[in-house]
């Protein structure tokens, strides 16, 4: 088991950089998750850890040892990929024990540990199958299998579940987690799926054009993002923005407001530095409240559209100035099309953007 | 009957009209001289004669495919001893006396002998109505044993090579694929002069990398080199094509392979044979059959090169069949020839296919 520490970590391709320094640290069995929309630079990354893309600039060390310039076979790494990379000839048994085979290690020894790591998994009724007769998610399982009889410091994982369906993924999200428990390795987890991130992480890593967001615990993340970016990405239905000016500051709070929003006071944050600024009001749709009648503090808008999924009441609400805001309500209830509403929010749990 | 539908696809009339063309020329170039060719092989059948054809039945393949054993016991005086040349070798009766005109052995009847070896004081002699036939028989299946393997080897060593993200790696797919496209006559012809005795390009190499010491090699012209430089020289002209078909295989095999291989330590070596060499198994199979096939039809290069000589060196079936049909204006007997062919290369196609199989 082992620390992960990230550098500067830089990737060029002819003169364009890809991976911009990135600094991360990784603490010894801690479940770490990059995410960030497609081209963020996040399964470069990986595979820079990997070995499988040159690092450019930068050092990336594994335990304390800088590896740089190491083969993947000499980083005491393995990984699992999308395409979960199982050898179609090979028996599962063969597929596991492939890392083994080459290393030339006692065929007594290999089924020792082929068959601890597919106890693990609950799979030993498989070994002797072909890969063309396993489903999407026990394929998966044998590309994790072979992973843990490698018995790796840091286990790598490439969007390991995205060519699941949605139940199956579910399932092995959860089968990840208790790994993760089982095992207490390092783990770094790349994924475009927020629901993953925030289930599976001890820690997240947000991206963008290659450079680091925000890291942080999900909770962090979720109710402190550092910026409009991380606060956009994170949470579904996603954060509604709304353009505000600021109408009053004093040392401790500052009055917000526009022509769809009656004044608010927020505690101050420090990007608001004079009147009539213009600032982004960031609020989670599950914070706002449907108002009936005229209440002060409150968004105004009329209802464009509603989703009823049963637990939970998406609602559309069209702003007087034409933007839109999505409330999502924790309960079933009918809203009628067209109805004039009033949306209200605890100032506590708004966030504030500099615009941009 | 729908109003509205299509007169076209209505009439089955219409669709065999469509299909006429290339039906009619299938039938044409390949179903009817496949035909001709068994049924010709049981007559008498010449190219141009003034004589009736006549039903021969199966008297061309008895003539071609016949083969004898001869025992000859060393000639012995009359005192009992056995009678010894200068030289201290046995003298044994000439085999002609046999074959001709020999009422006790009518089986042998005009045959003639193929090779023969030393057997204690015996002589085995393994005699042939068609000597010239079993060379050709031979020399066919030497090529395709030596040609099919290295020529398919070859191949897939140049797709592995430019199967490489490199610059200008199109310039060497273009350069090895480059013979493929020259015409297999004009390849021979060039190297007539490659292979020339005299002033030929590789006795001159030889020459100056051996300092002078190689003598020059007719390489066509001796009977011990003729085929083996003719095997050379087709393996060298078709590798390119078999090498664009590996590499269309070698395309097929996922990328993340490779990289799951690497990241658990696999060598150079170990991936070839745990990744690449599985995943090419299909690809195998089809550049084998057409290799094997593509070798049993030798002729361009024979007729280009050596004509079939020097000593019947480097006869094979289907320049034997050239030569029985026109040459000889031997129809029946050519015909004959072509019919073996085809059972030959059908039985080894059958068989790849056994053994290449996928195995449930």
Redesign the interface.
């Known amino acids: 088991m082992a620390d992960v520490t990230l550098q500067a970590l830089v990737k060029r391709y002819d003169k364009t950089d890809i991976i911009k320094g990135v600094d991360i640290d990784i603490k010894d069995g801690e479940f770490t998750v990059f995410v960030g929309p497609s081209g963020c630079g996040k399964s470069t990354l990986l595979r820079m850890i990997?070995?499988?893309e040159d690092i450019t600039d930068g050092t990336l060390s594994i335990d304390g040892k800088i590896v740089n310039h190491l083969?993947?076979?000499d980083r005491s790494?393995?990984?699992v990929?999308q395409?979960y990379?199982?050898?179609?000839?090979?028996t599962v048994r063969e597929n596991m024990a492939?890392?083994l085979t080459?290393?030339g290690i006692s065929k007594q020894e290999k089924d020792q540990r082929v068959n601890e790591a597919a106890k693990v998994l609950q799979m030993e009724h498989l070994l002797e199958r072909r890969p063309s007769q396993l489903s999407g998610g026990q394929r998966q399982r044998v590309a994790i299998g072979?992973a843990i009889v490698?018995n790796p410091k840091v286990f790598l994982f490439d969007e390991p579940l995205s060519n699941l369906d949605a139940a199956l993924r579910m399932d092995m999200r959860m089968e990840i987690a208790k790994l993760h428990k089982k095992l207490a390795a390092t783990m770094i987890y790349v994924t475009h799926d927020q629901v993953e991130a925030m289930t599976l992480a001890d820690k997240i890593v947000v991206l963008k054009e290659g450079q680091v967001q925000q890291i942080g615990t999900p909770m962090e993340l979720f109710h402190h993002p550092a910026n409009r970016f991380v606060a956009g990405f994170l949470g579904s239905p996603s954060m509604n923005f709304i353009d505000v000016d600021v109408l009053a500051i004093d040392d401790h709070s500052m009055t917000l407001g526009s022509t769809v929003l009656d004044p608010v006071v927020l505690p101050r944050v420090e990007q608001v530095v004079n009147v009539g600024q213009k600032v982004e009001l960031g609020i989670r749709p599950q914070y706002l409240q449907p108002q009936h009648g005229d209440v002060k503090g409150c968004l105004h808008g009329r209802v464009s559209l509603t989703e009823r999924l049963g637990t939970e009441t998406v609602i559309d609400v069209s702003l007087a100035d034409g933007k839109k805001v999505i409330a999502a309500i924790g309960q079933d209830q009918v809203f009628p099309l067209g109805e004039a509403i009033s949306l209200s929010f605890d100032p506590e749990r708004a966030h504030v953007f500099a615009t941009q | 009957m729908q109003k509205n539908s299509s007169s076209l696809t209505q009439h089955n009339r219409s669709g065999w009209l469509f299909a006429l063309p290339g039906f009619g020329l299938m039938m044409l170039f390949i179903v009817v001289p496949f035909v001709f060719a068994i049924v010709f092989s049981m007559t008498n059948q010449r190219l141009i004669s003034p004589n009736p054809t006549q039903f021969v039945g199966f008297e061309n393949y008895r003539q071609l495919l016949s083969v004898n054993l001869l025992v000859l016991d060393p000639v012995s005086t009359e005192a009992g001893e056995l009678k010894q040349n200068a030289d201290g070798t046995l003298t044994y009766p000439r085999i002609r006396t046999f074959t001709r005109n020999n009422p006790d052995y009518p089986h042998l009847q005009g045959m003639k002998e193929w090779f023969s070896w030393q057997w204690q004081d015996k002589q085995v002699a393994i005699l042939a109505s068609d000597p010239v036939f079993m060379k050709a028989v031979v020399n066919t299946f030497l090529f395709v044993l030596v040609v099919a393997p290295l020529q398919g080897a070859f191949a897939l060593a140049l797709a592995l090579l430019i199967n490489q993200r490199l610059k200008g790696i199109n310039v060497y797919r273009a350069i090895y694929f480059m013979p493929v496209v020259v015409s297999i006559v004009v390849v021979s012809i060039l190297w007539r002069f490659i292979y020339d005795g005299q002033n030929g390009l590789l006795n001159n190499l030889l020459h100056s990398v051996s300092f002078g010491h190689l003598a020059p090699v007719d390489w066509l012209g001796n009977p011990d080199t003729a085929l083996g430089s003719i095997m050379a020289m087709s393996i060298w002209q078709a590798v390119g094509f078999h090498m664009v078909i590996w590499l269309s295989g070698l395309q097929t095999i996922s990328p993340t392979l490779y990289e799951a291989a690497k990241i658990e330590g696999a060598s150079g070596w170990q991936t070839f044979r745990y990744v690449t060499w599985p995943g090419l198994k299909n690809t195998a199979v089809l550049v084998l059959i057409v290799i094997t096939m593509q070798a049993f039809a030798l002729f361009a290069q024979i007729d280009v090169m050596t004509n079939g000589g020097p000593l019947d060196s480097t006869q094979t079936i289907v320049f034997q069949a050239v030569e029985r049909g026109y040459g000889k204006q031997d129809i029946s007997g050519g015909s004959a020839i072509s019919v073996v062919l085809f059972v030959i290369v059908l039985s080894i196609s059958l068989l790849q296919r056994h053994f290449t199989r996928e195995k449930k």
């Open positions: 990997a070995g499988l083969q993947p076979k790494i393995a990984m990929f395409s990379a199982i050898f179609p000839h090979m492939f890392g080459i290393s072979r490698r």
